[in-house]
């Protein structure tokens, strides 16, 4: 079965300082891993996904994410965080198999000014 | 164009009314989802509509009836709701049904609020 952890439910960080919201997951065989952003009372928006190759993803708004395929975790850092990046983050898994997305449980990120 | 919209923004109704979600997208996709989604939590699967069938449906009541008219569009058709069905509804759309590599778009939701 997919699962996965979002170890923090929030996360604060000072505006231009580096953010990390970390990712662990579970799945069998290569996962396919991905990361949304929410703003209040909004559809997720796509931020980057990790299928093969270069571990370091990039994706929009200045966002990457590191796939660490022996701890299991893809986290999603940025090295200067905007306080509009304040907003919930999804991490999801998807199996090689096409199965259905799993999400984590979320990450509130709050960057103060 | 990664556009899915949905209509409406925002819906009340009492729990003897009949009303519909509509979501649609116009990027070829040929898998659509609907997601429930409460406050501070993640979305959870409802159905997905594959090549215009309906593919999964996990375990919805029977009063939250979707619908597929075609390629582009998917409706949520909603009788006789219950207060805790008031949620965020989500729907999405991706390429192919059974890629796993596939990115789902969102659309911004409908705010249900059942009274």
């Known amino acids: 079965a997919q699962s996965v952890a979002q170890p923090e439910d929030q996360v604060n960080v000072a505006e231009g300082n580096p953010l990390t919201v970390k990712c662990t997951y579970s799945v069998s065989g290569n996962p396919y891993l991905f990361w949304y952003v929410q703003y209040p009372n909004r559809g997720l928006q796509f931020l980057l996904k990790?299928?093969?190759?270069?571990?370091l993803v990039k994706g929009s708004y200045g966002f990457e994410a590191e796939f660490n395929k022996s701890q299991t975790s893809f986290h999603l850092k940025k090295p200067s965080a905007l306080v509009s990046d304040s907003a919930l983050y999804f991490c999801a898994v998807r199996g090689l198999y096409g199965q259905n997305f799993v999400f984590g449980p979320g990450t509130r990120l709050s960057v103060l000014p | 164009d990664t556009e899915v919209t949905q209509t409406p923004k925002h819906l009340v109704m009492g729990m003897t009314n009949k009303k519909s979600l509509k979501c649609e997208q116009h990027?070829?996709?040929?898998?659509m989802y609907w997601y429930k989604q409460k406050a501070k939590k993640p979305p959870e699967l409802m159905f997905v509509?594959?090549?215009?069938?309906?593919?999964i449906n996990e375990s919805v009541p029977s009063r939250f009836s979707p619908e597929c008219p075609n390629s582009s569009l998917l409706n949520l058709h909603l009788h006789a709701l219950q207060p805790e069905d008031s949620a965020l509804y989500l729907c999405?759309?991706?390429?192919?049904?059974?890629?796993?590599?596939?990115?789902?778009?969102f659309g911004p939701g409908t705010r249900l609020t059942v009274l």
């Open positions: 999405a759309s991706s390429q192919e049904p059974t890629g796993g590599t596939d990115t789902q778009y």
């Open positions: 990790y299928i093969t190759g270069d571990n």
């Open positions: 509509y594959s090549y215009e069938k309906l593919s």
């Open positions: 990027m070829g996709h040929r898998a």
